[in-house]
């Protein structure tokens, strides 16, 4: 557009010089529109003034009548102007007009946000990554391996196949067919005990976490949280205004000897694959957590975290199978089995709680999409997903021995490995003096992804250390990108 500003301020003069781009994906009547808002919000059509006929308007700009009738008739709508005397149209009152002022006004505002809005941003926020570049994040799968031409093929037969229960609001807890999926796939591969009925399909295991945290907990309700924990999931309580106590966790195991005392009411662990250590909570220790859930009436939130993934032994089930007598609820995703952006997950629920978590869903909006749960549903039945499981995990398991050796090689001076045989990332302890947090954002500024352990911590004091992804990546790539490293490394410690 040109700069209209510039020039006498007389509408007509103005409205002359108004230019449409022709060319541009967005119609004419809408850029218009677009003109028109901007010259009375600063004041260059002034109050109350006339704006010309639809017809001659459109004669100045050289376009149809019916673009300018549509662009008036939106403006009147929004209240920019007003059509009064017949077909004449004006410039409607607007105080405070000049957009420079609205900006300041709302940058100049004491305090736009709520105490929980406030409190929903202070919570620490993960980094995911560079545009283009897997890197060694950690818990980022290999997608060039899935099968995206079989799942396109669902898709579009879905798409094709149609049903309101496919497009609708049918089911807002979930397809029934994927439930039943689920239920088979977590009972064969995870050792769940449930109904088809017991499970709520969610968009992702983030807005279960978040759904969860508003439905069983009050303000000032005690979670007990693993430290060092899973960031997003003790920021979901916390926004919810629950008050976290902090649940040790070590090389070790679980510390459950003294469980905090004050209105406990729900208790979030990772046992299968512990975030971020990577241990697994022995049978003591689970018959110990469902005895402490039991008398304190808390929840126990589970959160499989990498429990597909185990690379030695057999597999460990889930908590949820051997204390399923207890209050325990269990949440779990696609997300790195499959893709990240499918934004399906789960939650495993007793009985008695699934009456009205259809309502609540609905109120929160944390329910996936209906064609993509009916395609999953196809995926899972069809035996793509089991086969699509197996491969990868014997991919990620050569990878993984590929990595542990180049890791120890590039970095060995300044890291040791922690001792784990479970998950799709490693954990590497700094030896002393240097510092993970330093390290990670200089091989950011080099296109490296890492994540620093100590940010993990919330209460305990924190230990320094490197959360590597290995699986998105080829070995060549995983070598270029550990060599990176290394120079980082080099170049901080021979500052110190």
């Not at 798409?159 to 239920?183: C, R, T």
Request: glycine residues 6%.
């Amino acid at each position: 557009m040109k700069n209209l500003r510039s020039t006498s301020r007389r509408p007509e003069l103005l409205l002359d010089l108004i230019a449409l781009d022709r060319k541009s994906h967005e119609p004419l009547h809408r850029q218009l529109y677009l003109r028109l808002v901007e010259l009375i919000m600063d004041g260059s059509l002034p109050f109350d003034g006339r704006l010309p006929s639809s017809r001659a308007l459109a004669q100045k700009i050289n376009v149809s009548r019916n673009t300018v009738v549509s662009a008036y008739q939106q403006l009147e709508v929004e209240g920019y102007v007003q059509a009064r005397r017949g077909s004449q149209t004006f410039v409607a009152a607007a105080p405070n007009r000049s957009t420079t002022h609205r900006i300041e006004e709302l940058t100049g505002a004491k305090d736009p946000l709520s105490k929980r809005g406030r409190q929903i941003i202070s919570q620490p926020m993960n980094f995911f990554g560079l545009a283009h570049r897997r890197s060694l994040q950690p818990g980022i799968p290999d997608v060039t391996h899935f099968p995206f031409v079989t799942l396109r093929r669902i898709i579009a037969h879905r798409l094709q196949a149609g049903g309101d229960y496919v497009f609708g609001y049918q089911h807002i807890a979930g397809y029934p067919p994927l439930k039943s999926a689920i239920a088979r796939y977590l009972a064969a591969a995870r050792g769940v005990r449930c109904e088809p009925d017991q499970v709520v399909i969610t968009n992702g295991a983030q807005p279960a976490f978040d759904l969860l945290a508003r439905i069983l907990t009050d303000p000032g309700d005690c979670v007990w949280m693993e430290d060092p924990g899973y960031p997003a999931a003790q920021s979901a309580f916390v926004a919810a205004g629950a008050t976290i106590m902090p649940l040790p966790v070590s090389t070790e195991g679980w510390e459950l000897s003294t469980p905090p005392e004050d209105r406990l009411r729900a208790i979030y662990v990772t046992p299968s694959c512990q975030s971020p250590l990577g241990v697994t909570m022995r049978l003591e220790q689970r018959l110990r957590l469902a005895e402490i859930a039991r008398a304190s009436e808390a929840w126990i939130i589970e959160d499989d975290f990498d429990g597909e993934y185990r690379f030695s032994g057999n597999s460990v089930p889930a908590l949820q199978g051997v204390a399923a007598d207890s209050r325990t609820v269990y949440v779990g995703t696609f997300s790195k089995t499959m893709f990240p952006s499918l934004r399906i997950g789960y939650v495993i629920l007793p009985l008695n709680m699934v009456a009205n978590i259809s309502q609540a869903m609905f109120l929160t909006g944390q329910y996936a999409s209906g064609i993509l749960q009916a395609a999953l549903a196809d995926f899972i039945e069809e035996g793509h997903f089991t086969t699509h499981l197996g491969r990868m995990r014997r991919l990620y398991n050569k990878r993984r021995e590929d990595f542990m050796v180049s890791c120890q090689s590039e970095l060995g001076e300044w890291l040791d490995p922690a001792p784990t045989d479970s998950g799709i990332q490693s954990l590497w302890y700094c030896r002393p003096g240097v510092d993970d947090v330093a390290i990670t954002l200089r091989a950011r500024e080099n296109g490296v992804v890492v994540t620093p352990l100590s940010l993990h911590y919330r209460q305990s004091p924190p230990r320094h250390g490197l959360i590597l992804g290995y699986t998105a990546l080829e070995q060549p790539a995983l070598q270029a990108e550990l060599k990176t490293l290394r120079r980082i490394f080099i170049d901080l410690t021979t500052q110190n």
